[in-house]
């Protein structure tokens, strides 16, 4: 069937009926996703809510790997115009395929607003976005758009577990490379941890933010942004995007050397001040000169060994015609059929229902409820123990995005100290992290683990604990945590993490607390986990009473 054809056959209606369907169609989706947007713009700028700073310390504080990601959407959709207006695309519906997509989009969308996993609503709304395309206009418009809707992938944060792993892994390797070359060029320096120790007491730390996190992240985007557009074809082209992954780790490596080089030349506050943050954008140059570097090496090269890359024009097989006049209006007016009415009806069914499941969990409880579940004296084997709290510094809060936490101190004269720190989220799993991680990149790290069993606890048979004993520059400290979500306690990140997403979907209770207590190990572990059990096992009545 001829575009022409394709006109004649689609109703004449009104020429508002289109628009209107259109516009609705779009205020759908925003009204759909807004929240979504909101979650996510708070993981892109994690101290965008401190209204007391400037609107540069609002957008690049906190611990961010998506500050690419506002660019992301404006880009995309440009592509997609773009694509629409300069290249030939017929329509050809695929009813099923799309209606299914679309359907499955939309519920996903729904369950994870009811359980609160932004993530994967941010996933629904590629999904959606296909299922749109493949049902208004059909299978070559996706071939067409693909690039633009992969390009959204780089707009989702992943979910904390995933970015807390990845952190640690990434900052340990980094510092180990920046040390490495650091002391090729002949710098004194050694790594502990995360740190950075150079002469004249100087350390470094490798935040996670300067870990190569962010920069592999951003330059993938970029990088599948230049792949799309240079002059290789095929897997030459696959493999120059493969390729910014290296770039990324050499081009955060330089900027660690960089880093080491200012402060054994000046000194660390020049080092981790105006020269960390330029040298944050230069390292974009770096990388943007590597892959203009590869993609000139391999035109070469295919050109030395007499097999030349054949350039030619983008897009140059499909690209409108003076035949091609029609295209725009069957795309435009495609949305008045039966396939675009089950269209907007998905999403208003995605809209409906994502603004009332998105809407806050009842107010059970407060931003104080950690502070108030345990009283500031507590008795323990006969011996009254007193207390004193301590904060919790704004970088930390602002990763575990809860300011509603409990860290205090219990202490008797002749009893060792025991810390026991209460992390609570009424409507967010993402505070109650595995703190292993957190742990690991300072000092020496974790020096062993272990799983642990409290008993004899009134109201419960056992509550298992996982162990750990962290040593830090010749100190030893012993860990245990667990988890609490609802009335149960597990050791298992994971089984915390499942039954908090069902009582979400279950009861619209998504609350959960990390519970850790350490102490000083001293001479004796036996002694450092009896001080730490024995507490615990006092202050867990009191968790049941004020954390249900």
């Known amino acids: 069937m001829s575009e022409i054809d394709s006109v004649d056959r689609l109703p004449r209606r009104g020429g508002w009926l289109p628009a209107a369907l259109w516009v609705l169609l779009v205020a759908l989706l ?22 007391q700073l400037g609107l540069y310390e609002r957008i690049t504080g906190g611990e961010s790997y998506y500050t690419h990601a506002p660019l992301v959407p404006p880009l995309a959709l440009l592509i997609a115009v ?108 050694e790594r502990m941890g995360n740190k950075v120790m150079l002469a004249g007491d100087k350390t470094l730390v490798i935040a ?51 880093l080491i080089v200012v402060a054994e030349i000046w000194n660390e506050e020049v080092a981790t001040g105006w020269f960390h943050d330029w040298s944050g954008i230069l390292i974009f140059v770096l990388a943007f000169l590597l892959m203009f570097g590869a993609e000139r090496f391999v035109l070469w090269f295919r050109e030395a060994i007499g097999r030349p890359v054949e350039v030619v024009p983008l897009f140059h097989d499909v690209r409108r015609g003076p035949e091609d006049h029609y295209q725009s209006e069957p795309l435009y007016r495609a ?91 009424k409507d967010n799993r993402k505070g109650t992290h595995p703190p292993d991680v957190c742990l690991a990149g300072s000092g020496e790290g974790i020096v062993a683990k272990g799983h642990a069993t409290l008993r ?7 509550i ?42 279950l009861h619209r209770d998504s609350s959960g607390a990390l519970i850790r207590i350490s102490t000083d190990v001293g001479t004796s572990v036996d002694a450092a986990r009896g001080r730490a059990m024995a507490l615990l096992r006092e202050a867990v009545p009191h968790l049941d009473e004020k954390l249900n």
């Open 335 to 425: 949305i008045v059929s039966g396939r675009g009415y089950v269209a907007v009806g998905l999403l208003v069914v995605a809209a409906g229902g994502a603004l009332w499941l998105s809407q806050s969990v009842p107010q059970r409880f407060n931003q104080q409820t950690a502070q108030a579940a345990l009283p500031t004296e507590i008795k323990v084997n006969g011996t009254l123990l007193t207390s004193y709290d301590m904060g919790i510094d704004e970088q930390t809060i602002d990763v575990l995005e809860t300011g509603d936490y409990l860290n205090r101190v219990y202490l008797a004269p002749g009893v060792q100290p025991v810390n026991l720190c209460i992390i609570f989220s």
């Open 464 to 505: 298992q604990l996982r162990e750990i004993i962290l040593e830090t520059r010749g100190r030893r400290q012993y860990f245990a945590y667990t988890y609490k979500c609802g009335a149960r306690y597990t050791a298992s990140f994971w089984e915390q993490q499942f039954t908090i997403f069902l009582n979400g979907l």
């Open 456 to 462: 004899n606890v009134a109201g419960h048979e056992a």
């Open 82 to 189: 773009l694509l629409i207006r300069h290249t030939r695309i017929r329509l050809r519906p695929w009813r099923a395929a799309g209606g299914f997509v679309l359907a499955g989009s939309v519920l996903l969308h729904l369950v994870a607003c009811l359980a609160r996993v932004n993530f994967a609503s941010g996933f629904a709304l590629i999904g959606v976005l296909t299922g749109l395309i493949l049902l208004i206009w059909g299978g070559e418009a996706l071939r067409r758009l693909w690039f633009p809707i992969f390009l959204l992938f780089f707009l989702v944060p992943l979910p904390q577990v995933t970015i807390y792993n990845l952190n640690f892994k990434l900052k340990i390797f980094a510092a180990e490379i920046g040390v490495a070359l650091a002391s090729a060029i002949g710098i004194a320096v």
């Open 30 to 51: 925003v009204a759909g996703f807004a929240h979504n947007f909101g979650e996510m713009w708070g993981r892109w700028f994690p101290r965008w809510r401190r209204e």
């Open 208 to 258: 996670n933010v300067c870990n190569g996190l962010r920069t592999i992240i951003s330059l993938l985007a970029f990088g599948a942004l230049y792949a799309y557009v240079c002059r290789l074809r095929g897997l030459w082209r696959i493999g120059l995007f493969l390729f910014s992954l290296p770039v990324a780790v050499v081009s955060n490596s330089v900027r660690i050397v960089g």
